[in-house]
């Protein structure tokens, strides 16, 4: 049981942390909490009591390792025992500090919580999965999501493999944080299309256990590292699917980085991809401009739409007798996001390695970056 007293927690800065600021001499209920902080990849720093001085470091009275030599006012977050709350009524008032118990009929702790200035009064073990994501939160340093954005074919062979490639390449060019997600089983790997089927890294299969929350910067650096982008594909092996709950854990993890997020989509619809659809900002449904594809697109839109609000077509062609990318786009009753231009030696490249957009001057380069500046503007500013 976590409850919410007053108010909320103190903003985060990009980038990593320090972990959380433990006081307890409650052994088995310390035992849980550093358990807690080791699932959340954090390394708290641990007192008996008030540190003495503000500043101290790390052991004076409780020992452990020291995350944040600021001590009190500037740990991340304060987890308080609820044995420890009548040693700490001293101390400065701050936010982000949880009072921590295990007896929920103690109706006291409540005044306790307000004696010391607690932002959240929590029993265990009902509340081990707030703290762990809480903890997590604060050390990862949690800012704005990435902008991310979902690519699918409006048919077999639409080319959504290549512009999502595209679109992460420009964007990791542009110096952002950028991740590109194969979220098709079926459809032979992106790190294949990249050229780094052999790369180091983990690749999905690895994430299939994966429950609650996955630390976003231990999700980044396990990953390999393509052209200036990080990549989450598929082995060889023979899984072809990973749960949905760990789909929904790993994507979520991706988007605490910050940067772009690009996911390559299959054309069906699971409960692993509604979990993908449901964090994008933005889909984009590449259709070649001919009727059979508009035909077959018009199911696609209706499945994905279901589930993501913003679906924008991109048109491909050349286009058949009587189409153009307003037409397929009035055909679909979708957005326009734009004509993606057939980019002549692209076969040719790819054979060779380079893998789409990889030329900053090429027509689908040019293409992903005008995209790109659209949805910086429309998402309010820099990611």
Request: aromatic share 2%; hydrophobic share 40%.
């Given at each position: 049981m976590a409850v919410n007293i007053t108010h909320d927690p103190p903003p985060t800065a990009g980038g990593r942390r320090g972990g959380p600021m433990i006081v307890t001499e409650?052994?088995?209920?310390?035992?849980?909490?550093?358990?807690?902080?080791?699932?959340?990849?954090?390394?708290?720093?641990?007192?008996?009591?008030?540190?003495?001085?503000?500043?101290?470091?790390?052991?004076?009275?409780?020992?452990?390792?020291?995350?944040?030599?600021?001590?009190?006012?500037?740990?991340?977050?304060?987890?308080?025992?609820?044995d420890a709350a009548r040693r700490v009524r001293g101390a400065v008032r701050r936010r982000g500090v949880v009072l921590v118990g295990r007896d929920q009929d103690d109706s006291g702790v409540w005044r306790r919580a307000v004696e010391i200035g607690a932002d959240h009064v929590l029993m265990l073990p009902d509340g081990e999965q707030w703290l762990v994501d809480r903890i997590a939160d604060v050390t990862e340093g949690v800012g704005r999501p990435a902008l991310t954005v979902g690519v699918i074919g409006g048919r077999g062979g639409a080319g959504a493999s290549t512009l999502a490639c595209a679109l992460a390449v420009t964007s990791a060019r542009e110096g952002i944080r950028s991740l590109l997600v194969d979220a098709d089983p079926l459809g032979g790997g992106l790190d294949v299309l990249l050229g780094g089927e052999t790369a180091d890294g983990l690749r999905w299969p690895a994430f299939a256990a994966s429950r609650g929350r996955v630390g976003g910067g231990a999700l980044e650096e396990s990953l390999p590292e393509l052209h200036a982008l990080r990549v989450l594909s598929w082995d060889r092996g023979d899984c072809v699917a990973v749960p949905a709950q760990a789909v929904r854990a790993v994507l979520a993890a991706a988007r605490r980085r910050g940067g772009t997020v690009v996911v390559d989509l299959p054309r069906r619809v699971d409960d692993g991809v509604a979990e993908v659809l449901a964090q994008l900002d933005v889909g984009l449904l590449v259709v070649p401009a001919e009727l059979r594809a508009v035909a077959a697109a018009g199911r696609v839109a209706t499945a994905v739409g279901m589930v993501l609000r913003d679906l924008r077509v991109a048109v491909r062609g050349p286009y058949a007798s009587g189409l153009d990318d307003r037409e397929v786009a009035r055909l679909l009753g979708l957005p326009l996001a734009g004509e993606v231009p057939v980019e002549s030696g692209l076969l040719r490249a790819t054979e060779s390695r380079r893998p789409p957009g990889t030329s900053a001057r090429g027509p689908l380069a040019r293409f992903c970056r005008e995209f790109w500046d659209r949805a910086l503007v429309e998402t309010g500013g820099v990611v």
């Open positions: 409650d052994t088995e209920l310390l035992d849980d909490l550093l358990r807690l902080c080791a699932a959340a990849g954090a390394t708290p720093e641990v007192h008996h009591s008030l540190p003495a001085v503000s500043g101290a470091s790390a052991g004076g009275t409780g020992g452990g390792t020291s995350g944040h030599p600021g001590g009190w006012e500037a740990a991340p977050l304060v987890i308080v025992g609820d």
